[in-house]
Every structure is written in structure tokens, then in C-alpha cells.
């Protein structure tokens, strides 16, 4: 009885050692869960459901990955639309944090600046002579955003785009928000997120564009490594054009959306071919101009000629300049494109021809009444301008 005894409590001992083995290993994976990003809150998963469906369609060229330090070298942002700076070297202050953006024409600055409540804000100056004035706190901005940063005045000189936090309207961390300029109430009308692709739930800091040389960027830091902003290179269009929902799935929507292949957004690799041609000769001018004014030639009459937009004698005639220049790369863009479909219709079989020339067609007709648009611009802005000299 005693052995019978003793080997019974021997395999119950060993049970219960067995099973402590395996209540251990079944611990152990819990131990190394790592922690999981938060999800997006209730309320901006219903904000992005609701932009979804108007995600803009964009081409995105390409896509450079940078230390958030070092974002505004992504950007070769031409000298004509101004210049973007850290607000300590506008002010040759250290101590003061933001950045700030002086427009093309050297007499308008907006810039954010932290306060003694560690709340950024954004101010704009204008030029008084040569000095700048008093600065002026944006209201209407100020009270509605928080953390904001990356001002942008657009060459209309009434397009101001910003990045700041919004707890109503944002989807997570800080958002890109475009406002219109009111020039008779003297005031910025209700800013806007500008929704998908640029927004997301992680941190969107900037947007910056070159209107006239249909080439614009945004940064943020979706899918990055901490301290990283992704800047993306993309052609804006004149007139927004969403995705078309009904066409696809929705999987592939949220994929466009979120930019996860910018391959996805090339109409033909061609086109993209020569937009990433274009755009690293952006770069190269911009590297071998150093802050130099680029200038484009318009003949008034025929005995004057003007070589940039100072040469003009009011702001307005200076941004119809713009909407010319806008019009002429909008010419060339198309040529471009044009010549493009007419090489791959020259090798294309016979199927692929039809629908070749459909689009060959329209893109035909386009770029001859982009050519009457330039022609009635240019002739408005000549008489404006003799107008002025008039006086």
C-alpha cells in the first residue's frame, strides 16, 4: 500500500509540475507584445469616412524621406512664389521657434511663433519701406487651431495654406488647412481641411505650391520612423478632380487615399517619365540660383518689356502675371503630354489605337483653348498694365 501510495503522490506531483511548464509558456507571449498604435477615435473615423468618397486625384512624381529638421529642403520651391524660413533666422533670433514665409514679392510675411503659454500662433507683417511693421496676430486662425506651423501664401496672394491641430475638424495630430484671403472685409474667411490624400491620422505639416510651374509638395509623417517626414512631389490640377468611388473598391479608395503606392497615381510612366525629368530640373535651378528671382519675359507693347513681376505696378496685374505664366506651362504640359500619347499611338496595336486617339483628341482641344484663354488673359493684362503706366 505504501509503494501504491508513493508512486501515486509522485505522478501527481508531476502533473501539477507539468502543468506549471505550460501555464508559463502559455504567459510568455504576452510578455513580448509590443504596443500597438492607437486606433483613430470615433470621431475621425467618421470624419474620414466622410472625406473618402472626395479623395482628390493627384500625380504624385515622387517621394524623398527627410529629418523633420531638415523638411524645406525637400521642397526647391522657385524664388518667384517667395521663400520659407525658420522663424528664428527671419527674426535672427534664436530663441524664437516656428516658420515663416515671405511671398515673392519681399513685402508680406506670415509666421508662427510659440508663446509663454507654449501655444503656437500665426502673425503676419508687412513691409513699410524697408522695415516691417508691427506684427498682427490672425484671429480668425488663432482661435480655432492650435500647434500651428507652415504658413503658405499661394501666388494669388489670397491662398494662405497652414498645418495645425483641430480637435473637430482634424484626423489625429496636426492637419493642412487652405483659407481665402476677404480683401473688403480685411479678414480670412473659415479655413478648410483639404482632406484626402494630403490628411491623414498621423502628423500632415505642409503644403507648398508652384502654381505657375504645375509642381506642388506635402509633408507628413504617415508610415514614418520617429523624427521622419515624407515629402511628396506631386502636379496639381487647376480645377480638383476626385476619385470616382462607384469604379472601384473600396479597398483600393482607402489605398489612394492613404498613398500607399504612388504608382497608383501615374496616369501613363511616360507622363511620369517627363513630370521626374521636370521636376529635377526644378531642383537643379533651385540649387544653382541661390534665393535668385526667376523671371519670365512679357511684352507690354511693343517698345516694353517686362522681365519679372516687380516690373509691374500693382499686386493685381503682378498675380494676373502669374495666371499667364500658369497658362503658358499649362501649354507645355500639354504638348508634352501630347507628344507622349502620339509616340505610344505610333507603337500601340490596333485596339489600343482608338482609344489613343479618343484621348489624343480631347487633349487637343483642350490645349487650343488653353491658347485662347492665354491669348485673352495677356491681352487683358496689357491693356491693365498701360492703364497704370498711364497715370
Not at 79 to 92: H, L, P
Request: aromatic share 10%; with cysteine.
Amino acid at each position: 500500500m505504501n509503494i501504491k501510495y508513493d508512486m501515486f503522490l509522485l505522478l501527481a506531483l508531476m502533473g501539477t509540475a507539468s502543468a506549471g511548464a505550460q501555464n508559463k509558456k502559455a504567459a510568455k507571449p504576452k510578455a513580448k507584445t509590443t504596443a500597438v498604435k492607437p486606433a483613430m477615435s470615433a470621431h475621425a473615423k467618421a470624419l474620414f469616412d466622410e472625406m473618402l468618397p472626395n479623395t482628390q486625384k493627384i500625380f504624385v512624381i515622387d517621394s524623398m524621406v527627410v529629418s523633420k529638421d531638415n523638411i524645406l529642403e525637400a521642397i526647391p520651391l522657385p524664388a518667384t512664389y517667395g521663400r520659407m524660413e525658420k522663424t528664428a533666422d527671419f527674426f535672427n533670433n534664436p530663441a524664437k521657434e516656428g516658420y515663416a514665409f515671405v511671398n515673392g514679392f519681399g513685402n508680406k510675411c506670415y509666421y508662427t511663433e510659440m508663446g509663454t503659454d507654449s501655444i503656437s500662433r500665426l502673425y503676419m507683417q508687412e513691409k513699410v519701406g524697408n522695415e516691417w511693421g508691427e506684427p498682427i496676430p490672425v484671429k480668425e486662425i488663432n482661435e480655432r487651431f492650435t500647434d500651428i506651423s507652415f504658413p503658405f501664401m499661394s501666388s494669388d496672394g489670397l491662398t494662405l495654406y497652414f498645418s495645425a491641430k483641430s480637435e473637430e475638424e482634424g484626423l489625429g495630430k496636426r492637419d493642412i488647412y487652405m483659407t481665402k484671403y476677404d480683401a473688403e472685409e480685411g479678414k480670412f474667411l473659415q479655413a478648410e481641411n483639404i482632406g484626402l490624400p494630403f490628411n491623414s491620422m498621423d502628423d500632415d505639416v505642409i503644403y507648398v505650391e508652384a502654381d505657375a510651374d504645375k509642381m506642388a509638395w506635402f509633408g507628413t509623417s504617415r508610415r514614418q520612423s520617429e523624427g521622419k517626414i515624407c515629402v511628396y512631389a506631386f502636379v496639381p490640377s487647376q480645377q480638383r478632380q476626385n476619385y470616382q468611388k462607384d469604379e472601384m473598391t473600396d479597398a483600393r479608395l482607402k489605398s489612394l487615399a492613404s498613398l500607399i503606392r504612388i504608382r497608383d497615381t501615374w496616369t501613363t510612366p511616360e507622363i511620369r517619365d517627363q513630370e521626374v525629368n521636370r521636376l529635377a530640373a526644378m531642383k537643379e535651378k533651385a540649387k544653382s540660383s541661390k534665393g535668385a528671382t526667376e523671371n519670365a519675359d512679357f511684352i507690354v507693347n511693343d517698345n516694353l518689356t517686362y522681365h519679372s513681376a516687380q516690373d509691374f505696378r500693382s499686386d493685381e496685374t503682378r498675380r494676373t502675371y502669374y495666371d499667364v505664366i500658369r497658362l503658358r506651362n499649362d501649354i507645355k504640359s500639354k504638348e508634352n503630354s501630347l507628344e507622349a500619347l502620339r509616340d505610344k499611338y505610333h507603337y500601340a496595336s490596333a485596339s489600343e489605337r482608338n482609344k489613343l486617339a479618343r484621348q489624343i483628341m480631347s487633349l487637343e482641344e483642350k490645349t487650343e483653348q488653353t491658347l485662347r484663354d492665354l491669348k485673352t488673359l495677356s491681352d487683358n493684362l496689357r491693356r491693365a498694365e498701360m492703364q497704370l503706366i498711364r497715370r
